[in-house]
């Protein structure tokens, strides 16, 4: 909100520079966004919160200047002359919804002329961002910038008989605004009327059939309090946001548009050469009792941290204009009716510190006697997940969690039943659902990239998918990972390989291991939007937590991919409970180990997890290793599958001779055989 | 007989500059000082001829000779390997070497996770919560009830069946406050979205929110507090300054500003010139919040505190469209990406 300095500087007496004013400003009450040097004058951008509607004027920020500098505001030239006629005679005022609209006052002022508005009237104007339109309306649109208060001007003779009603708009009540629109009407919209038809939105904008004009004589001046609900629904409902309603619907001043319109009528006098009839016409029926805002003292400084001095808080309640008694400890504060943020001890707390300059309250760190917590085994578990991924060369991405419709659905998990749809998305298709699988988004990032020619990417990211529920949505943390599996990337000293399956597999194993679960099995996937013979299901017990493999041609195309990619998702929220279960440690054996070789063929469809169960099975206690040294499958071995397998033996209390190993590796010979291997 | 030694050293010596490979060192070294046949040796085995009484400096002479011999032999050949040592090829020490393959932390959540740290050892817990909310927990909770015009600066996303997407990560303090009893000491940290989408806004962002209620809790507690945590973050030369703001939550409310930590508080392009950087938003906790919860607020006070990642991190790395955080551009990511 614009303000000008030099008209600032008519309300206050300063002995500071503008920029110096600005500073004291943001830091004791009002932020000085910007100040802006223009023509001889200063413009200071304020950054008004939407408690201080008292600072949305000229005043109220000299007001605040003079709080802050302790000293008091100039008076300000409200005479005029009454007469030529009771007000009353020409204007009557019924208010017909008095929750809405809690009091109406209006003035009648008399053969006026318009014209062009004096320069510095329309300087200042200039200054705050409004145009100058003529005299008549721009001595309203001036007091509002000066003292905050929202009036409206009608000409008298197009209101018949000066009668006014204030009430509820009829369902589908027509009404051509000001600004030439027509409003279509109803009953949560509080019109200004005459007596047969609406002729304002109350607070919000006038109609364009009454409203000053060039010819306008007579003018009936208004000045109300609108209810601060009543206004902002009404002001929504039509799709307006105006000077007026940004007010009402912040509380206005219930008292002080009397003297706004005072300013008013003697700008009208004094500029336009009106005749001021007698009398205000006061309707107010919805009163506003004086509000008084008890503060214990001591209380203020324990909450503030600071002693502060009785004889301080007395003087910056009055230089806030507030009434201040201090009875024992207690204070006992009346609040003018322009401070409508100032109604609990909390309330009053602020304003002394603020005041008192918060830069002046010296900083401490709280000791806070709480019970030593751990951090949250989701929390844990999310970094441990983390932790491998990074370890294993994978780079985090963070996608939105909205997405397309389509996207979501090829790959939805099994059951996840309809997505939760945003209602006003900031893109429609594109992000209209919540994501139900962290799939569409990882495509997506690999696309984004491989338009700008990186491949041979390694992604992950851990976030949470969405599922509608009765209630309280459900919301589950996922590690999803992504690759795409280009070609090798030449290198001298050894090739960069693409990641593959079997690079996810030992990344899924390794969380495992690190997250202390090892009741996980890998086993044949059934995800569609996979490759039949690329994918797997990882398990614990019944409960399928992941899948990975390589994407199926068809959601490939989709995201209109060249190269086959590589997805993963786990649930890491379905295993947190059970993750980092006790360890011991066991000590290796200090005897040394024995290793053998062992090459043979088995028969197509036979799996490694057999061969393993084999050897293991051999009943030799000694085995610590077993691992694949060499696996080849082709014409040479007649379509069998021929492994070499290493297999480590070991005591823990002996050293092994090579007989006894000889003995070992015989047993895991039998039982191969048992298998159907041929021994190479 | 000495002439004779004499003359094996002569030949030596026009030997041993005619011989430069090892098959040519070692050759000389049998020829003169052979086991079998070696010249020398054969000296040797002349002591016999030798007059008595010369006999020993004969024998002084040989050994002498065959020591002179083998000396040089070795020095030759040593001599040799130098050479042929840096003749040889040798190791190129600006080859490029395979790199290892590292992860990167993406530069948002790496911040969040530099936050979170500050907060951890100052004996924070880290509390969670849905990222989908109910009006109360995300609005009437916290003071703002529905028209209050302080909604308008969160534009929201509605969800079906009456939910929404938490605007801010404060409904993690209302569901904190509902369950447990104060001393509440806690950081909120996660995802939040607000109806926005240009260059300095995304529908989706993150937050560190935190939240400290205690018996006596004051304003001074947070403004040590933070500036504790800016000292932590930006440098301990930062300078914070606390400007009276308005939230529904809080009262009183500051906003907080550090010296930009480009020009130091000079002035420059970064801050506008003015020489502040606005980080977060904070204040003493609202009695009404604390009523809302079923918290004493003549008992209880505290404060809270809310800042966005995301702009942290637009300002650290000089970028200047936020949307571009979240398109994940891998040469973006293995710039900036943090590592573990």
Redesign the interface.
């Known amino acids: 909100m614009k303000f000008s300095w030099e008209w600032i500087c008519e309300h206050v007496k300063l002995e500071m520079e503008a920029a110096e004013a600005a500073e004291l400003l943001?830091?004791?009450?009002?932020?000085v966004d910007e100040v802006i040097s223009e023509a001889g004058d200063v413009v200071f951008d304020i950054d008004i919160?939407?408690?201080?509607p008292d600072a949305m004027n000229h005043r109220g920020v000299a007001r605040e200047l003079a709080a802050i500098t302790g000293t008091r505001l100039l008076p300000l030239e409200r005479s005029f002359e009454e007469r030529g006629g009771k007000a009353a005679d020409h204007c009557r005022v019924e208010i017909v919804d008095a929750a809405g609209c809690h009091r109406f006052c209006a003035r009648v002022i008399k053969g006026v002329t318009t014209g062009p508005s004096p320069d510095w009237m329309t300087r200042r104007l200039e200054r705050v961002g409004m145009r100058s339109i003529d005299l008549l309306v721009d001595i309203t649109n001036y007091v509002l910038w000066e003292l905050g208060h929202p009036l409206h001007g009608y000409d008298l003779k197009l209101v018949p008989d000066g009668k006014i009603v204030v009430r509820r708009a009829e369902r589908g009540e027509r009404l051509k605004m000001i600004d030439g629109s027509e409003k279509v009407l109803d009953p949560d919209i509080l019109v200004i009327a005459d007596a047969s038809r609406a002729i304002g939105v109350g607070g919000v904008m006038g109609g364009f059939d009454t409203e000053i004009n060039p010819s306008t004589v007579d003018i009936l001046l208004e000045g109300a309090y609108f209810e601060?609900?009543v206004n902002?629904?009404g002001a929504r409902k039509l799709g307006l946001s105006t000077d007026a309603s940004f007010r009402f619907?912040?509380g206005a001043d219930i008292n002080g548009m009397v003297g706004a319109i005072e300013r008013c009528c003697h700008l009208y006098e004094k500029l336009a050469g009106g005749q001021v009839l007698e009398g205000l016409v006061d309707q107010y029926p919805t009163r506003h009792e004086p509000v008084a805002v008890e503060m214990d003292h001591r209380r203020l400084c324990?909450?503030?941290?600071?002693e502060i001095p009785e004889q301080r808080v007395g003087e910056i309640a009055a230089a806030l204009e507030l009434g201040a008694e201090l009875d024992r400890h207690t204070w006992r504060f009346d609040i003018p009716s322009f401070r409508v943020d100032l109604e609990?001890?909390?309330?009053l707390?602020?304003e002394i510190?603020?005041i008192v300059g918060?830069?002046n309250?010296?900083?401490?760190?709280?000791h806070?006697?709480?019970e030593?917590?751990d951090?949250?085994k989701?929390?844990q578990v999310i970094d441990a997940a983390?932790?491998v991924?990074?370890?294993?060369?994978?780079?985090?991405?963070?996608?939105?969690?909205?997405i397309d419709p389509e996207g979501n659905a090829l790959f939805a998990p099994p059951g996840a039943g309809k997505p939760?749809?945003?209602?006003?998305?900031?893109?429609e298709p594109q992000?209209s659902i919540?994501r139900q699988s962290l799939a569409a988004s990882l495509m997506s990032?690999i696309r984004?990239?491989f338009n700008?020619g990186?491949s041979g990417?390694?992604?992950?990211e851990i976030?949470?998918v969405?599922f509608?529920a009765a209630g309280?949505?459900l919301?589950r943390t996922i590690l999803g990972m992504a690759a795409d599996e280009p070609e090798p990337a030449p290198?001298?000293?050894?090739p960069?390989c693409p990641a593959d399956f079997y690079e996810f597999k030992g990344v899924i194993e390794t969380i495992f291991t690190r997250l202390g679960i090892s009741d996980i099995i890998i086993s044949e996937g059934t995800e569609e939007f996979l490759q039949p013979l690329v994918r797997a299901a990882v398990r614990r017990g019944d409960e399928v937590i992941g899948w990975f493999g390589r994407v199926a041609d068809g959601p490939q195309a989709h995201f209109d991919l060249p190269h086959p990619l590589l997805l993963c998702q786990l649930d890491l929220g379905a295993v947190a409970g059970d993750a980092f279960p006790g360890r011991s440690f066991r000590r290796g054996s200090k005897f040394p180990s024995i290793s053998r070789d062992l090459s043979f063929t088995v028969a197509p469809g036979t799996s490694f997890a057999r061969v393993r169960g084999a050897i293991e099975g051999a009943g030799v206690d000694e085995i610590v290793e077993i691992s694949l040294i060499d696996l080849y499958r082709g014409e040479a071995t007649g379509g069998r599958t021929s492994l070499t397998v290493r297999v480590v033996y070991q005591s823990g209390e002996r050293t092994l001779t090579q007989e006894e190993a000889e003995a070992f590796h015989g047993k895991v010979r039998d039982s191969l055989m048992l298998l159907g291997v041929e021994i190479r | 007989m000495n002439g004779q030694l004499n003359d094996i050293r002569a030949q030596f010596d026009a030997d041993l500059r005619a011989g430069t490979t090892a098959e040519a060192l070692e050759g000389l070294r049998v020829k003169y000082v052979g086991r079998k046949r070696g010249l020398v040796t054969e000296a040797f085995k002349h002591i016999g001829d030798v007059p008595p009484e010369e006999r020993g400096a004969y024998g002084k002479a040989c050994n002498e000779l065959k020591q002179f011999i083998s000396d040089a032999l070795d020095a030759a050949s040593s001599e040799l390997d130098k050479a042929e040592q840096e003749a040889a090829p040798t190791l190129d020490i600006t080859l490029p070497p395979p790199l290892p393959r590292i992860g990167r932390r993406h530069p948002v959540s790496d911040m969040m996770r530099r936050i979170e740290t500050i907060f951890v050892e100052l004996g924070y817990a880290i509390a969670d919560g849905p990222q989908i909310e109910s009006d109360f927990n995300n609005f009437e909770a916290l003071n703002m009830p529905p028209d209050h015009p302080a909604r308008d600066e969160q534009d929201t996303f509605y969800l079906q069946g009456g939910m929404l997407l938490r605007t801010h990560t404060s409904p993690v303090q209302i569901r904190t406050m509902l369950q447990q009893p104060p001393p509440i000491q806690i950081i909120c940290p996660g995802r939040v979205y607000r109806r926005d989408y240009d260059i300095t806004h995304t529908p989706m962002f993150f937050q560190v929110e935190g939240l400290v209620v205690d018996r006596g809790i004051t304003f001074g507690d947070l403004k040590g507090t933070l500036e504790y945590f800016t000292h932590r973050m930006f440098g301990p030369q930062t300078r914070t300054r606390f400007r009276p703001s308005f939230f529904p939550f809080t009262e009183p409310s500051a906003e907080v500003d550090i010296s930009c930590p480009f020009c130091g508080g000079g002035g420059c392009r970064v801050c506008k010139n003015s020489g502040w950087i606005e980080i977060m938003g904070s204040g003493m906790v609202d009695p009404a919040v604390f009523s809302n919860v079923g918290i004493d607020p003549d008992v209880y006070t505290g404060f809270a505190f809310g800042m966005g990642i995301d702009r942290q991190v637009l300002l650290l790395f000089g970028i200047d469209d936020q949307r571009m955080l979240y398109e994940n551009d891998m040469r973006m990511l293995e710039q900036i990406g943090g590592w573990r």
């Open positions: 943001s830091l004791r009450g009002l932020t919160t939407t408690n201080r601060p609900v902002r629904r619907e912040r324990s909450f503030a941290g600071l609990r001890e909390a309330d707390f602020e510190i603020r918060f830069d309250v010296p900083p401490t760190i709280p806070v006697a709480i030593p917590q951090k949250l989701l929390h983390e932790g991924m990074l370890a294993a060369g994978y780079t985090e991405v963070l996608n939105y969690d909205f939760i749809k945003v209602l006003n998305p900031i893109a992000m919540m990032t984004h990239n700008r990186v990417m390694r992604l992950f976030a949470r969405f509608a309280q949505p919301e290198h001298w000293h050894s960069r």
